[in-house]
């Protein structure tokens, strides 16, 4: 069973173009992490939101979490070749939890 | 400069044979992590550990060994690898919530190290 589960799971884009890749879940997370990794590199984070409904930009890309803390999203406005990657989110369920659970990804391509 | 630190970076080795990947931090981090990635399996927690002697099982723990006698370190010990631990392996450290915080365990990740087990 996926404990996230990240959508979709391919994206293959046009320079230029926006997207929206998800993180779902039916388990309450205390924070959820986005990484990103390129190809032969360790994941790199991106940004980590806590509180319920949390919205964080980070340039051209915004990262939302869910009311219930059930789900994240990531938006990229105008994405450009160098957004080519994987895409990662990871939750930490909190209390006495200390176990970081990663979605499988979504691999985004960004065609020139 | 900060870093997390794993050696060796590629490793072909037999069925059978010993092995240990190391893993070094500076960061002064107390939470560290092996984890194992795996085409179509995504990120998987090997063991984690929440500080100098504690550590405990993450969800593919078996056929692996770790310890923490330092701080720093963290290294991954395959006693009798077999061929379905070839796998890209990721060490990674991070501070640990403390009573009354929320910081959420944000991970920095080493190079990996690319291992085949023949």
């Known amino acids: 069973t996926q404990l996230l589960k990240q959508s979709p799971q391919f994206l293959s884009i046009q320079e230029g173009e926006n997207l929206t890749v998800y993180c779902n879940s039916s388990?309450?997370?205390?924070?959820l992490q986005w990484y990103r990794q390129e190809p032969g590199e360790g994941p790199v984070l991106l940004v980590t939101?806590?509180?319920?409904?949390e919205v964080k930009k980070l340039k051209r890309l915004t990262f939302q979490f869910g009311d219930a803390r059930k789900d994240s999203s990531l938006h990229i406005t105008a994405a450009q070749p160098g957004d080519t990657g994987l895409y990662l989110c990871?939750?930490?369920?909190?209390?006495?939890?200390?176990?970081?659970?990663f979605g499988k990804g979504t691999l985004l391509t960004v065609n020139p | 400069e900060a870093q997390v630190t794993q050696n060796p970076r590629y490793l072909i080795t037999v069925t059978g044979k010993k092995l240990t990947v190391t893993c070094s931090q500076n960061?002064?981090?107390?939470?560290m992590s092996w984890y194992r990635q795996d085409p179509g399996l995504g990120l998987r927690q090997i063991y984690y550990?929440?500080?100098?002697?504690?550590?405990d099982k993450g969800d593919v723990p078996e056929g692996y060994k770790v310890s923490r006698k330092e701080k720093r370190n963290f290294p991954l010990i395959l006693e009798s690898p077999s061929p379905n631990q070839t796998s890209l392996y990721f060490c990674?450290?991070?501070?640990?919530?403390?009573?009354?915080?929320?910081?959420?365990?944000?991970?920095?990740f080493g190079p990996g190290t690319r291992l085949t087990v023949t």
């Open positions: 990674a450290s991070s501070l640990s919530s403390g009573a009354g915080e929320r910081r959420p365990y944000e991970q920095y």
């Open positions: 388990s309450v997370f205390s924070s």
């Open positions: 939101v806590v509180t319920g409904g």
């Open positions: 990871a939750g930490v369920r909190g209390g006495s939890n200390y176990k970081l659970t």
């Open positions: 960061m002064n981090h107390e939470y």
């Open positions: 550990s929440m500080n100098v002697e504690v550590t």
